[in-house]
Structure formats: structure tokens, C-alpha cells
Nanobody, 123 residues
Framework: QVQLVECGGNCVQPGGSLRLSCSASGFSLDYFDIGWFRQAPGKGREAVSCISTSSGRSYYVDAVKGRFTISRDNATNTVYLEMKRLRVEDSAVYYC????????????????WGQGIPVSASS
């Protein structure tokens, strides 16, 4: 059974840091591009970051460039999202997602999603 499980969400003060993890079971992340998405209350889902399995290249939405870092550990079948200098506007439920057809560079739709994990940056 394909499953993605996120961990690491929490409530921090603006300027703080968090590291989210996305652990996969039922398949190997080695062969998939993995994306992180977020959805704030009352807003649509937004792609935040993605890491390509073929090129190793990482992608970020402009709002998080220089603050967030995506990485993968194939040995533990886990993808991480390191978030630094968190802002109030980063508060959202964060999801990791993938699919055999999904590509960071565009194309495909992630059909396998984690359950989502809340992140709140608030004073």
C-alpha cells in the first residue's frame, strides 16, 4: 500500500525554524519527483517546493526561496523540508505528494498525498 506520512509540524514564533519530514512506505522514493504543497485557511493549495529524482534539482516558489530547503534521503525513504525564518504567511497545512507521472519541471499530477501537517508561525 502506497503511503506518505508527514511529521514535524508545530507552532513557532515568526523567525523560527521547523523541519518537516515525509516518509514513504509501499514504494521507493528513489524513482519519483516529490513535491511539498501547502494550503492556508480560505486559500487554494500552493506548490511550495519540489525535488527531482532524475536531475537532483530543487524547485521553490518565490515566496520561500532562500528560506526553505528540500532534500531527500533515499536510504530512509524520506524527503525533508527545512524551513527557516518562518513568517506568519507561511502558516498552513503542509502536504507532501508524488506520482509516477509527476514532474517538478511541469506535467503530471501528484495523486499520492500525505495526510497533511499544520505549521503555524504566530506571536
Amino acid at each position: 500500500q502506497v503511503q506518505l506520512v508527514e511529521c514535524g509540524g508545530n507552532c513557532v514564533q515568526p523567525g523560527g525554524s521547523l523541519r518537516l519530514s515525509c516518509s514513504a512506505s509501499g514504494f521507493s522514493l528513489d524513482y519519483f519527483d516529490i513535491g511539498w504543497f501547502r494550503q492556508a485557511p480560505g486559500k487554494g493549495r500552493e506548490a511550495v517546493s519540489c525535488i527531482s529524482t532524475s536531475s537532483g534539482r530543487s524547485y521553490y516558489v518565490d515566496a520561500v526561496k532562500g528560506r526553505f530547503t528540500i532534500s531527500r534521503d533515499n536510504a530512509t525513504n524520506t524527503v525533508y523540508l527545512e524551513m527557516k525564518r518562518l513568517r506568519v504567511e507561511d502558516s498552513a497545512v503542509y502536504y507532501c505528494a508524488t506520482d509516477p507521472s509527476y514532474r517538478c519541471s511541469g506535467g503530471g499530477t501528484p495523486n499520492y498525498w500525505g495526510q497533511g501537517i499544520p505549521v503555524s508561525a504566530s506571536s
